[in-house]
C-alpha cells in the first residue's frame, strides 16, 4: 500500500465547502421541543436512509446554535419547504430571537410543531446522534408524516434559493 | 408521558416515500473501486457533515446492487454532476451492465474515478457504515477535492431531473 502516508491526509475546510457550495439541496426546516419551547433551523442535509422500515437523517453543524437543542431532543420534525417558502427558510437561517414570531404553525397530539405551507413534513424519533468532531448526524425512526400543498420544493445551492418549476424540469 | 405508546411506531413505506418524493436531492454519483474494476452509483443522498474537520454521508438503500460495493470499499468519490450531466445520472441510475461505458473519466492517483464535467468532486475515506435494516448510512472523511467547470448543479425531485439556472435563482 503506497498510500498508506494519505490516510493521515485531511481536506482542508475550504476546499470541502468550495464543493459542497456547488452541491443543491432540498430545503427544510427542522422543529424540535426544547425546554425553552419550540425551536427550528434550516437544514439543506435531510436526506432518507431506509424506506422500509422508514428511517432519515440529517446533520446539525457544531458552530449552530440549535446543536443544543437537537442533542437534548427526543424528535423531530422535517418540514420539507415549498419554492414559496423561501421567507421561512430565510427566517429559519437568520439569528433571530423567536423565529416562529409571524409563523403559521399546527400542533400535533404531542406538541411537535409543523409548519403550514410545507409541501409535506414526517415526524421522527431520535435514536442516534454520532458525534464528529463537534458536529452531529442524527439518524431518526419516522413515525408520522403528512402531505402539504402540491408544490416544487425549495432549493439551496451558492449562498442562493432556487424554484423549481416546470420550466426547471428536463424531459 | 401519555406518548409512550407511539414510541413503538413506524411510519408505512409508502407515506414516508409520499414526502420523501417532494423532497429536492442534489444530484451526484458516488464512485468506488471493487474487485472487479470500477462502480458507480447517483445517489441524491450525499451531505456534509463537519467542515473542518471535513467529513460527508451518504446513504445506500438496502435493495441497491451497489450495497455490496460500498460495503467493501475503503473509499469513495462523489461527483456532484452539473445540469447538462442528466444523461450521466440516468445512466449512474440504470441496471446497466457496464455504466462507464461511454463515459470520460479521470483517474486519481489510488485509482479513484472521478467523472468528467462534475460541478465538483470529493474523495473520502470510509470511517463508518451504519446498518439500518439492510440499508446503510456511510460516513466518509474527505481527503482530496477539486472543482470541475462553473455550471449549476443538476436536483432530482418527483421522479423527474431538474436544472437549476439563473432564472430558477430567487433573489
Redo the contacts between chains.
Keep these: 500500500m503506497t498510500?498508506d502516508a494519505?490516510?493521515d491526509?485531511?481536506?482542508?475546510?475550504e476546499?470541502?465547502?468550495?464543493?459542497?457550495r456547488?452541491?443543491?439541496?432540498?430545503?427544510?426546516v427542522v422543529t424540535a421541543v426544547g425546554p425553552d419551547g419550540p425551536r427550528g433551523f434550516t437544514a439543506?442535509?435531510?436526506?432518507?436512509?431506509?424506506?422500509?422500515?422508514?428511517?432519515?437523517?440529517?446533520?446539525v453543524?457544531?458552530t449552530s446554535s440549535s446543536r443544543a437543542v437537537i442533542e437534548a431532543a427526543d424528535g423531530v420534525v422535517v418540514n420539507?419547504l415549498s419554492a414559496a417558502q423561501?421567507d421561512v427558510a430565510a427566517r429559519f437561517a437568520a439569528p433571530a430571537q423567536d423565529r416562529f414570531a409571524g409563523i403559521a404553525t399546527e400542533v400535533l397530539?404531542?406538541g411537535e410543531i409543523v409548519l403550514s405551507g410545507a409541501?409535506?413534513?414526517?415526524q421522527g424519533?431520535i435514536e442516534?446522534r454520532?458525534d464528529?468532531?463537534?458536529?452531529l448526524?442524527v439518524?431518526a425512526?419516522?413515525?408520522?408524516?403528512?402531505?402539504g400543498p402540491r408544490a416544487?420544493?425549495?432549493?439551496y445551492?451558492d449562498h442562493?434559493?432556487?424554484?423549481?418549476?416546470e420550466?426547471?424540469?428536463?424531459r
Tied chains: 1, 2.
Excluded: C, K, M
Excluded at 15 to 20: G, I, M, P, Q
Excluded at 152 to 155: Q, S, T, Y
Design positions: 498510500d494519505r490516510t491526509e485531511q481536506l482542508g475546510a476546499d470541502f465547502r468550495a464543493v459542497f456547488r452541491h443543491a439541496g432540498g430545503v427544510a439543506t442535509s435531510v436526506v432518507s436512509v431506509s424506506v422500509d422500515p422508514a428511517y432519515f437523517a440529517f446533520s453543524n457544531a420539507v423561501s397530539p404531542g409541501v409535506g413534513w414526517v424519533r442516534q454520532i464528529i468532531a463537534g458536529s448526524l439518524i425512526r419516522a413515525v408520522r408524516a403528512d402531505l416544487f420544493p425549495l432549493v445551492v442562493a434559493y432556487h424554484r423549481l418549476s420550466d426547471s424540469r428536463l
